[in-house]
């Protein structure tokens, strides 16, 4: 039997320590980049929460692709999608050379997630993705603060989201979809 206390006390430590890399990305692009720094500030944008929000929405996106919601195949039904479209996403934008948050995420969030697109017959289909993603109201993928996402480019690191970082355990990589990858998010 799983000792769900420890589970849930490594899950939240490997959590906060997703938290400080990502915030400590965050701050070196802030800081090193003149335009993410003039949207920010004109935005308000805190790097606290940029982070917060930033690990929330990919938690909440590791549920959706558990229930087999994201990256469904035009002629199928939902349930039937990608239980690994994160994983899938990051192999193909790395492998291609693109940015992961910049070129992929921003899009999957502010362009698909945040968008109803009412304009075509199924207004699932995403054709950045090339596949049926759900339009999510609500909020969460909404950029903070209304920041201009087009053309303010957060270059994060790759290997933030996938590394081939050893860790205490030899075996296990430490990048935000390595550790998240470990778990099974189901409700």
């Known amino acids: 039997m799983v000792n769900k206390e420890k589970f849930v006390k490594e899950f939240i430590y490997e959590y906060r320590k997703l938290y400080i890399s990502l915030k400590e990305a965050i701050d070196n692009v802030y800081n090193s980049d003149q335009n993410v720094y003039n949207e ?11 982070s917060k929000i ?14 087999g919601w994201l990256g469904v195949p035009q002629d199928k039904f939902w349930g039937e999608g990608d239980r690994n479209f994160l994983r899938s996403l990051f192999n193909k934008y790395s492998w ?3 940015n992961f948050f910049n070129d992929c995420l921003k899009i ?3 362009n698909t997630l945040n968008n109803p697109r009412l304009d075509q017959a199924d207004t699932s289909y995403s054709s950045d993705f090339d596949c049926r993603i759900p339009f999510l109201n ?15 480019n957060i270059l994060l690191p790759n ?7 050893e860790t205490n355990n030899k075996d296990i990589v430490d990048g935000i979809l390595d550790v998240f ?7």
């Open 40 to 50: 920010f500030k004109k935005h308000k944008v805190n790097i606290n929460d940029f």
């Open 54 to 67: 930033l690990l929330g929405q990919i938690v909440f996106l590791y549920f959706l692709q558990q229930k």
């Open 96 to 98: 291609q050379g693109k």
């Open 108 to 110: 999957l969030f502010y």
């Open 138 to 152: 609500g909020g969460l993928f909404e950029p903070i603060n209304n920041y201009d996402w087009k053309h303010t």
């Open 159 to 165: 290997r933030l989201f996938s590394n081939k970082n």
């Open 181 to 187: 990858d470990r778990y099974n998010f189901i409700v």
